[in-house]
């Protein structure tokens, strides 16, 4: 197995980590949280307080979802709430707090480029290939959490309420299912897991204000051609993360960065309903 193919699949685990919870809270409260960067950045300044206080660098992983969800809550209660009527307000208000957490990050850790600690900083030869050990994590990462994101939304009590507030809010409502209890749980848990993702993605780059930027673009490009199905994620993340390495291979990385909106975007001129099967 090449480099390149391992480039594709590790490629595609990251970007399904970092869109998995930002797909989730549009298909719960029909919007796109523009707030999604900065709980990436959060998790990333999560991983770098554990590389400061000297401790394990997979304690990362647990502290920036706990920090995600932390935020997730207090904004979800404090902003989010009112404005579920207005979801033009609530999409501006989301973008609003992005800037806000950006600056209450330069007050706590300034505004220089710092580096984190990985877990795992060698290399392993997986079938005849000498790759990265913490990116083949990564893919591990990314299948348990698929696994547990379709577990729990099939599996559970409240993951069934969220299939049906998706399905039909105003059905579920009348149904007795406390919607404003869904939409709490589902943002608190997006933001978890975008800080989670944004742990992940540290220890492959370097932590700085603006590290949510790139991938909320991507992220927001990969949800709409997915719908609301975690299944269609996972084949937006493979078809279009693959083109974005093949590009930035063999043509151009600056291109390569281009790769994933162009082609969501002719996606959806051609099928509007992209990837999914509804």
Known sequence: MSATVLDIITTAALLYAVAAGLLIVFGVMKIINFAHGAFLTVGG??????????????????????????????????????????????????????????????????????FVRSPLAGTMNFLGTAYSEYRLSVVLAAAVLAGALGLALNGTRLGLNTRAVIMNENLARALGIDSARVRFGTFSLGAGLASLAGALITPLSSVDLNMGVPWLVNAFMLVLVSGVSLISLGIACLVLGGAQVLVSTYLNPILGGLTIVVLAALLLRLRPKGFSRD
Do not use: K
Request: proline fraction near 6%; charged fraction near 10%; include cysteine.
């Open 45 to 114: 300044y999560a991983a770098l307080a554990v590389t400061h206080w000297g401790l394990n660098p997979w304690f990362s992983l647990p502290a920036a979802f706990v920090a995600g969800c932390a935020c997730g809550m207090l904004i979800e209660r404090v902003v989010m709430r009112p404005l579920y009527s207005r979801p033009l307000d609530a999409i501006l208000a989301t973008w609003g707090l992005g800037i806000i957490l950006g600056q209450l990050i330069t007050l706590a850790f300034g505004r220089e480029v710092q």
